[in-house]
């Protein structure tokens, strides 16, 4: 006898338990994940863009708007951490070009510079990244079941009776906006 839909469980992405515990600033290594319907530990990494992910958040825009969010947050991560490495290489380019050591020309300072300037952007950049991550899960995780119907995303949040000022009968509907 096979199980009516409103019986089984539904689908849901859980985020190993160290990742959902992440928070703001957090550490910015790969999440990993247990896809939908498969239990146990057998968690798998959701790739530093999140990419492994998106397979199975394909049926639902916020989630994948969010995901998209994450990928921007990490790629500007990326972009961040090569002008940083830059900046501190052409520093120290500068310290052994000449003869002479120089620790301090304009050059040098300008390096130190956009290095601090970088360093300093890191913090802002980290600041959601993680977040962005567990906005996608949870998005998921909360979509009503589609089950080839439209009627789910149209269905008011709620229904009542009401009076107009001429004290013909109205019928209120009210929608929850996503």
């Known amino acids: 006898m096979t199980p009516t839909l409103a019986q089984q469980a539904p689908a849901t992405i859980r985020l190993h338990p160290e990742d959902a515990e992440r928070g703001l600033n957090g550490p910015q290594h790969n999440f990993e994940f247990l896809p939908p319907g498969v239990g146990g530990d057998d968690y798998q990494s959701a790739g530093f863009f999140g990419q492994k992910l998106r397979p199975y958040l394909a049926g639902n825009a916020q989630a994948l708007a969010h995901l998209d969010q994450y990928r921007r947050q990490k790629t500007i991560f990326l972009v961040d951490r090569v002008v940083a490495v830059g900046a501190f290489g052409l520093w120290g380019q500068q310290i052994l070009a000449g003869d002479e050591r120089q620790y301090f020309n304009n050059t040098q300072k300008v390096a130190l510079g956009v290095f601090a300037t970088s360093l300093l952007a890191t913090v802002f950049i980290n600041r ?25 995303r149209l269905r008011p949040s709620s229904m009542g009776i009401g009076a107009a000022p001429t004290g013909q009968p109205l019928l209120a509907l009210r929608w929850n906006l996503r």
């Open 128 to 152: 959601n990244t993680n977040t962005y991550m567990k906005r996608a899960v949870e998005a998921y995780n909360a979509a009503p079941p589609a089950h080839g119907s439209v009627w789910p």
